[in-house]
């Protein structure tokens, strides 16, 4: 299966030229140049040397840091139209065939098109389709390739997502909380293996877990050591939006879920927007509700990708109105006790999630055993 980095944009790029110059050469030659000349953000970059050219074409080197200090994405415009007029200049005698080099990088693109999608997101490839030149295409692959990893990696995608899950939900629960009635990392690893995306946790402050019976529950149990509120997870899962805190959401946790014994926590990684929609219609069944349980209070976030783009900007405001008209429409509580906010977050493609979901439940009397 192809690798999508630097050294597959190199390879084809270097057979696609007349002059068949070795892979050192090509790198000092043409790959130095087109980082470095013209740009502002360097002064100076090293020759690399035969066996780290090699290396870097076959994916066994990261890449040089200074490469990427030189090509930031945030400078992607001027950079991108930079090493594209570059690219006009090393092909003044037509000594590449630009557009053989750029007919099978989308080949490969195409024939490996969920594996490209993993690597640089449907966004990113959207945006090299719609460059018009062969050459600010070439520039603009080169820049988010630089910005990626050089080394090939198995399972990239399930590694991906593990590194969401931990980032938001795990790395919030070391310290701060204690799972029951097994220690937490044990709790954490067995997690992990299972590739699990979903979690769910049954919040206890210590006097309810007096009563053993509270023991039994499959899901994992969560002692909370002070105000709901502080937890990590809630604090950054819910009341931190955008890096900062959402005062709004905040005081309705303090005020609607402080005092309980018992709170119930929904939180995971979702690939769409339908599937968000599936994970809490299952966990919380319309059949149940005011049947088996009522829903006393609901505080719910969603976080979705952001890149600061017109296109962006409309996605959210399109999924903050498709989540309030699913909320009106479940209503799994009033409205004063509904709290929902939407926020962005790195690391997550087009349509991906991550949520979290504070319940206050209560059991409708006569029935003994919760679900």
């Not at 892979?23 to 980082?35: A, C, G, H, M, P």
């Not at 590194?163 to 097994?182: R, T």
Request: with cysteine.
């Amino acid at each position: 299966m192809t690798e999508f980095r630097l050294g597959w944009f190199c390879y084809i790029l270097q057979k696609s030229e007349k002059k068949k110059r070795n892979q050192e050469d090509f790198v000092n030659s043409i790959l130095n140049r087109l980082v470095s000349e013209n740009n502002p953000k360097i002064s100076f970059i090293p020759e690399i040397n035969r066996v780290s050219s090699n290396r870097l074409f076959t994916g066994d080197e990261e890449i040089p840091e200074f490469y990427r200090e030189a090509l930031p994405i945030s400078d992607l415009d001027f950079q991108s139209q930079r090493i594209a007029d570059i690219f006009k200049d090393l092909n003044c005698d037509e000594t590449f065939d630009y557009k053989q080099a750029v007919f099978k990088i989308k080949s490969d693109l195409l024939n490996q098109a969920k594996k490209a999608t993993v690597v640089f997101g449907s966004e990113k490839i959207e945006l090299f389709n719609h460059c018009q030149e062969d050459e600010l295409y070439l520039a603009t692959l080169l820049i988010f390739l630089v910005n990626l990893s050089n080394i090939p990696s198995k399972n990239s995608e399930e590694l991906r997502q593990t590194q969401i899950i931990n980032q938001h939900i795990f790395k919030y629960l070391e310290n701060e909380i204690l799972l029951m009635p097994y220690s937490h990392r044990k709790a954490i690893e067995e997690a992990l293996k299972s590739n699990q995306q979903i979690f769910y946790f049954d919040l206890y402050k210590p006097e309810a877990l007096k009563d053993n019976k509270n023991l039994v529950s499959p899901t994992l149990k969560v002692l909370i050591q002070d105000s709901i509120s502080k937890m990590p997870i809630i604090q950054n899962g819910l009341i931190i939006q955008n890096e900062t805190i959402n005062e709004r959401i905040a005081q309705f946790i303090e005020s609607n879920f402080k005092d309980s014994n018992k709170l119930t926590l929904i939180a995971g990684f979702c690939k769409n927007e339908d599937e968000f929609y599936e994970v809490i219609d299952r966990h919380l069944p319309k059949e149940a509700i005011n049947k088996i349980f009522k829903v006393k209070s609901f505080a719910l976030s969603v976080k979705a990708s952001y890149d600061y783009t017109a296109s962006k900007m409309k996605d959210m405001i399109t999924l903050t109105e498709n989540v309030v008209n699913y909320l009106e429409k479940r209503a799994f509580t009033t409205q004063d006790k509904t709290d929902f906010t939407v926020g962005m977050t790195e690391n997550l493609e087009k349509n991906e999630l991550i949520f979290f979901c504070l319940i206050k439940p209560r059991i409708i009397k006569g029935i003994k055993k919760e679900d």
